[in-house]
């Protein structure tokens, strides 16, 4: 590889780094904070950021991918369906979220959160896993 190529996936791989900390951020007001208030608002403040870290990894890792000529192996495959599949939930997540905020009913609001906490679970496991895929090969 050149050396253009490797600084491409190097800036790619830092940009990706910075994905961990929206669904960390989210799990730490999940499990800790008490209030439902506080918990819908800090992940309504987390979804921006999420948002963009996810588009900026999305365009590092095609700019990454062009300068490999879009060849097509198994790590670039799983990231993009491992991305499609965050981007998705959390979309889902922003609209539950919405009909959460205006439901009266605790039990709905604490299934909601339940959600969120498998979803956040699955995004960090998915991250890590992914990268000890790329490390270790």
Not at 4 to 10: A, D, S, T
Request: proline letters at 4%.
């Amino acid at each position: 590889m050149d050396f253009i190529e490797l600084e491409l996936i190097y800036v790619h791989l830092l940009l990706s780094l910075l994905l961990f900390l929206p669904p960390l951020i989210n799990l730490y007001a999940l499990l800790f904070k008490t209030s439902h208030t506080q918990k819908l608002k800090f992940l309504a403040l987390m979804a921006p950021a999420y948002y963009t870290f996810l588009s900026a990894s999305l365009f590092s890792g095609l700019v990454s991918w062009a300068m490999l000529r879009f060849t097509i192996i198994p790590e670039v495959f799983i990231m993009l369906i491992l991305w499609l599949l965050i981007f998705i939930l959390e979309i889902k997540r922003h609209k539950k979220q919405k009909l959460i905020q205006v439901e009266s009913n605790p039990n709905i609001r604490l299934l909601f959160f339940q959600w969120a906490l498998r979803k956040y679970l699955f995004d960090t496991c998915a991250f890590i896993g992914l990268f000890l895929l790329i490390f270790i090969l």
